[in-house]
């Protein structure tokens, strides 16, 4: 958990410090309230609110500024699979699940549950609003991605190309007809107005199955190379979280383009290689990547060189965020039904005499 590197890389606010220190990370509290695994995760744009869903069918309300547990809201009816709090408006966020639908929600407890979507014929997996329009995107077990107007509460169309799960879609923050979307396939950038797929990233997975036959029964298992589980879009880069026979953290180039016959396919280039099989969750703070794999998160900098390592989870880590704001704090999520809490700090560093007293 201890890293000693330059404070350029440790965030946006250090970048003129050019002076080496040691700093390291260090579970500061764990959040207890979920009855199982935690799925999902998400921290409000002023950094005050964390929201965390998971098997339990609950979602929670945190209170980050004191830690501690604010209310849970029911509705659904299945796992909660995801959450996203809106980019600007305070109060609202929409959430995803296993009963196949979205619900969109207010915090006013007067009001709370505002509306609930259906139209997937399969799970939920995943939903993001977009910074620009009052509109929903939603990713399924169903192979689509689809389009939901909130302030009309109405269904707008459907993306279709993906010949599989899709597990994550994620909007360009600075282009609004711009959506990228990714799963057991492929991942792929949308124009939504013309419902066009405009590029697709890296490698098509391969799928291969083995198939056994035995008593009244057939027995499939797949392995997959290339399965995307998170997408981050930042600065006209895309850095994807895949898993397989080893987990890969990959960034992409984004291509300037607004209209083409053609879909074109650009190449990554591979930042990390985990020890594990999958990276589940993929999020950034100024100059760093991080990412869940297996039962820790790992952190590393924009050249793939790992920083950190935290241990802590008794499970695998399905989701994490990065606290908006000055204070490096990173949240953690897992199956062991517990959320961490990690902040940065200084390493006390001993001088000559107190090395010599210790001998």
């Known amino acids: 958990m201890t890293g000693s590197h330059s404070l350029n890389a440790a965030s946006q606010q250090h970048s003129k410090d050019t002076t080496t220190k040691k700093y390291e990370f260090r579970c500061t509290k764990t959040l207890k309230g979920h009855k199982d695994k935690v799925l999902t995760m998400d921290i409000d744009s002023q950094g005050k609110r964390l929201l965390t869903g998971g098997e339990d069918n609950q979602i929670i309300l945190w209170d980050l500024e004191n830690e501690k547990y604010i209310r849970k809201f029911t509705g659904h009816t299945n796992f909660v699979t995801s959450i996203h709090f809106h980019p600007i408006f305070q109060g609202v966020f929409i959430s995803g699940g296993?009963?196949?639908?979205?619900?969109?929600?207010?915090?006013?407890?007067?009001?709370?549950?505002?509306?609930?979507?259906?139209?997937?014929?399969?799970?939920?997996?995943?939903?993001?609003?977009?910074?620009?329009?009052p509109i929903v995107a939603s990713a399924s077990w169903d192979q689509t991605i689809k389009l939901w107007d909130l302030q009309k509460y109405t269904y707008i169309n459907t993306l279709k190309g993906h010949e599989t799960t899709v597990i994550v879609v994620e909007w360009d923050p600075k282009n609004q007809d711009i959506l990228f979307s990714a799963g057991k396939d492929i991942t792929m950038m949308w124009n939504v107005k013309t419902?066009?797929?405009?590029?697709?990233?890296?490698?098509?997975?391969?799928?291969?199955?083995?198939?056994?036959?035995?008593?009244?029964?057939?027995?499939?298992?797949?392995?997959?190379?290339?399965?995307?589980?998170?997408?981050?879009?930042?600065?006209?880069?895309?850095?994807?979280?895949?898993?397989?026979?080893?987990?890969?953290?990959?960034?992409?180039?984004?291509?300037?383009?607004?209209?083409?016959?053609?879909?074109?396919?650009?190449?990554?280039?591979?930042?990390?290689?985990?020890?594990?099989?999958?990276?589940?969750?993929?999020?950034?703070?100024?100059?760093?990547?991080?990412?869940?794999?297996e039962c820790q998160a790992t952190i590393v900098d924009f050249s793939g060189s790992c920083l950190y390592k935290l241990p802590g989870h008794r499970f695998p880590i399905p989701c994490l965020r990065w606290k908006p704001g000055k204070e490096v704090c990173l949240f953690t999520g897992s199956y062991d039904k517990t959320i961490k809490i990690w902040k940065h700090f200084e390493v006390e560093q001993k001088n000559d005499d107190e090395k010599k007293d210790d001998q």
């Not at 619900?103 to 997996?125: D, I």
């Open 98 to 133: 296993l009963d196949k639908t979205i619900r969109y929600w207010n915090m006013n407890p007067l009001q709370c549950q505002k509306f609930t979507f259906a139209g997937h014929e399969h799970y939920v997996s995943c939903v993001r609003w977009s910074t620009f329009y």
């Open 195 to 293: 419902r066009q797929c405009l590029c697709t990233f890296g490698k098509k997975s391969s799928f291969s199955y083995r198939i056994i036959e035995e008593t009244k029964k057939t027995i499939r298992s797949c392995s997959n190379e290339n399965i995307v589980n998170s997408l981050i879009c930042r600065n006209g880069r895309l850095f994807s979280g895949s898993g397989g026979i080893k987990g890969k953290l990959r960034v992409f180039k984004q291509p300037q383009m607004k209209h083409t016959k053609h879909t074109i396919n650009v190449e990554g280039k591979l930042l990390f290689t985990s020890s594990g099989t999958h990276i589940f969750d993929v999020c950034q703070y100024g100059e760093w990547i991080a990412f869940a794999e």
